[in-house]
């Protein structure tokens, strides 16, 4: 089912951009190519070949099922070969099989079986992706709706008395009572000036300062952005920018929006010294509303409050629910991508192929353990909807194929699918050399 993926060249530093890209890249193929195997063994149909990884086999074992399992040179995608198939992407018209063996087949399985094998391999990447999503949320739980403070910042200025579990009961005389309140009552304020924070500490109430809620503070990083390409960090502090002081976030915006194409120093706080870094933004499509963009200089930052909320910790069962809500995100989220690319409304310059995401890979991976897996979640829910794409070729071609027969009560025509699937594969690849040419295109 990834069998393409063999022609894509690959480029980049071994250690900071392959190897996370195979590792994630085989996770995903492997758990979307078992899904194929463990139902299609279910359903009585014989696997031949479990292979991940193309070319020369560097490991194989056989089972007791008589399937041949092996480790291939070349990792970048796998494949299940069933009894019968004619290449790795099931085609029919393969080798023959004796008649007492046909039910044993993919092709000559009954069609609720077939169409339950094909479909097993995206929704194995569902599942996984629907575990990870929820496992993540269940070990850091969510944050709190309580006015207290849970985690404070590392910002330059120390004189501030807030405390992490600090009350908070009024924001320069303003009282509030849920965290909403906070971040509602902290954009009408003055940045210029230090806040006043009425606080419950101990039991008793007490005035302390404290920072400006948003100030110029990196809260999160895009992979192969200007700042991630540039070396901006989360947690750094940004205190100037081409000279201009920054005392909040939307003043970084402001400056980015009034630039060129020029980079801009900008002087950064972090552990406790100052540095100055190169940075170039670029135009990105920005959506402002759920169906329009504009194109904004941007390089790939998001902000952060002074003090985050608290987290509680969720059952199971809600941990559950927010990974199959997340998943489903993912989904509608491609979904929408591709409708937004086909009529034009974002450019086709941001199809990303597997040069972007062997860099998004080795640029997750340097942010921790977390982000690398939550990368793993979000290619695998992609990598599943994608393949259910009614092209030839992918899971959903096989899909429309059955589709026909259980309507039309015969199957196509061994010549009809043939030429579908060529096409199928000649539609996939020219995507691929397209979005391998965006890559290079960003990479320059």
């Known amino acids: 089912m990834f069998d393409f993926l063999i022609h894509i060249p690959l480029i980049g530093d071994l250690l900071t951009t392959v190897i996370p890209f195979v590792i994630v890249l085989s996770i995903v193929v492997a758990i979307h190519e078992y899904g194929h195997y463990i139902v299609g063994r279910w359903c009585g149909i014989h696997a031949e070949v479990f292979s991940l990884g193309f070319g020369p086999v560097i490991y194989s074992r056989q089972d007791k099922h008589g399937t041949k399992w092996q480790l291939a040179a070349v990792p970048l995608g796998g494949y299940v070969r069933f009894l019968g198939d004619a290449d790795a992407a099931s085609r029919p018209g393969g080798q023959d099989v004796a008649a007492a063996l046909k039910h044993k087949t993919l092709n000559g399985a009954k069609l609720y079986k077939r169409a339950l094998t094909v479909f097993a391999g995206p929704a194995a990447n569902f599942i996984l992706s629907t575990a990870i999503f929820a496992g993540i949320m269940f070990a850091s739980g969510t944050v709190s709706n309580e006015p207290v403070i849970g985690k404070l910042a590392d910002l330059p200025q120390t004189q501030y008395d807030l405390r992490e579990g600090d009350r908070i009961l009024a924001i320069n005389g303003t009282k509030v009572e849920t965290f909403s ?264």
């Open 181 to 444: 309140e906070i971040i509602k009552v902290s954009g009408g304020l003055d940045y210029t000036v230090d806040i006043s924070y009425l606080i419950q500490r101990d039991g008793r109430e007490q005035q302390v300062t404290g920072p400006y809620f948003t100030p110029a503070l990196v809260g999160w990083v895009m992979p192969v952005s200007p700042a991630s390409k540039a070396g901006l960090k989360k947690g750094d502090v940004l205190l100037s920018a081409d000279d201009n002081e920054l005392r909040t976030f939307s003043q970084l915006i402001e400056v980015i929006k009034a630039s060129d194409t020029g980079a801009i120093d900008l002087r950064v706080w972090r552990d406790g010294r100052e540095m100055t870094l190169a940075i170039t933004p670029e135009f990105r499509d920005l959506q402002i509303s759920q169906n329009t963009f504009e194109k904004r200089m941007m390089i790939g930052v998001s902000g952060a409050f002074a003090f985050e909320s608290p987290r509680t910790n969720l059952s199971v069962i809600d941990a559950a629910g927010f990974g199959v809500k997340s998943t489903y995100f993912v989904i509608s989220s491609s979904l929408n991508g591709i409708y937004l690319i086909a009529t034009g409304q974002v450019g086709a310059e941001n199809l990303q192929g597997p040069l972007g995401i062997a860099q998004m890979s080795g640029d997750t991976a340097s942010k921790g353990l977390v982000s690398f897996i939550e990368l793993i979640a979000f290619l695998s829910a992609a990598i599943g909807f994608l393949n259910l794409l009614p092209i030839p070729v992918l899971d959903g071609g096989h899909l429309v194929i059955y589709a026909f027969e259980a309507v039309f009560r015969r199957p196509p025509s061994v010549k009809a699918v043939q030429i579908a699937m060529t096409m199928g594969l000649t539609l996939l690849l020219s995507m691929m050399v397209f979005a391998t040419f965006n890559d290079f295109i960003r990479l320059l």
